[in-house]
């Protein structure tokens, strides 16, 4: 059964970092890829990066340049971990952040991600 699980998210002040982390269980990203998303109240979520399962990576063009996607393939556990580093964050961050799966190398956000973890909220406020 494939697991996401969130995790980094809190609140911090314009021009401040934090790092998120997505756990995923029950598949391998080396045939997967992950995506980020957000979701600001009273807006449509979109996709904010996205690691394919080759290590590349894509970003929208309003994190370029402050966010990073990355990731950590476990050989010793069933776990992988893909990680967002935002820097220089804004009040336009604010949201709460998704991670979800997608089988292939597309990277865009055309295509549906499958599965989907519970969310973690960043706030960036002063």
């Known amino acids: 059964q494939v697991q996401l699980v969130e995790s980094g998210g809190g609140l911090v002040q314009p021009g401040g970092s934090l790092r998120l982390s997505c756990v995923v269980s029950g598949l391998f990203l080396d045939y997967y890829a992950i995506g980020w998303f957000r979701q600001a109240p009273g807006k449509e979520r979109e996709g904010v990066s996205i690691?394919?399962?080759?290590?590349?990576?894509?970003?929208?063009?309003s994190v370029k340049g402050r966010f990073t996607i990355s990731r950590d393939i476990s050989r010793d556990s069933a776990k992988d971990t893909v990680y967002l580093q935002m820097n220089s964050l804004k009040p336009d961050d604010t949201a709460v952040y998704y991670c979800a799966t997608r089988g292939g190398p597309a990277l865009t956000f055309e295509y549906r991600f499958d599965s989907w973890g519970q969310g973690t909220q960043v706030t960036v406020s002063s």
């Open positions: 690691i394919n399962n080759y290590g590349n990576t894509y970003y929208i063009d």
